[in-house]
């Protein structure tokens, strides 16, 4: 789907759609840093936090370029095996897993229902 070549209707509805998807995932960053109930008891905690706030950061801004740009090419499969593997981690990295499964929602919404109507409207109206 190329966005310049959309009629004005067309590019409205997928900006908002977008819109919404980002506002989701950062929603799902902040549970995520909520739900992991951080106590910082120690300076060993504290850095391990801090670890693990700069990994959820991360991982939102690759969530964020991966509906942005082609340059990434980890779609919604590749955050739930990610996912998978950081369940398997304890302490260091609660922050992060907790990140990985709820942006997983998202995204997966959006691969499986959002992008399917897009490529329905582009195929159906634009590339003929």
Do not use: C
Request: positive net charge.
């Amino acid at each position: 789907m190329i966005f310049y070549k959309l009629s004005a209707k067309h590019k409205k509805w997928f900006i908002i759609n977008q819109i919404g998807l980002f506002i989701a995932l950062f929603i799902m960053f902040l549970v995520a840093l909520n739900v992991a109930g951080l106590k910082l008891p120690s300076n060993e905690s504290k850095i391990s936090a801090t670890f693990g706030f700069i990994l959820v950061g991360i991982v939102l801004m690759f969530a964020l370029l991966n509906r942005i740009s082609i340059l990434f090419k980890i779609r919604s499969i590749g955050f739930v095996i990610l996912w998978a593997m950081f369940m398997l981690l304890e302490y260091i990295v609660d922050p992060l897993k907790w990140a990985f499964g709820l942006m997983m929602i998202p995204l997966l919404i959006d691969d499986m229902i959002f992008k399917p109507i897009w490529n329905n409207i582009w195929y159906n109206e634009y590339d003929k």
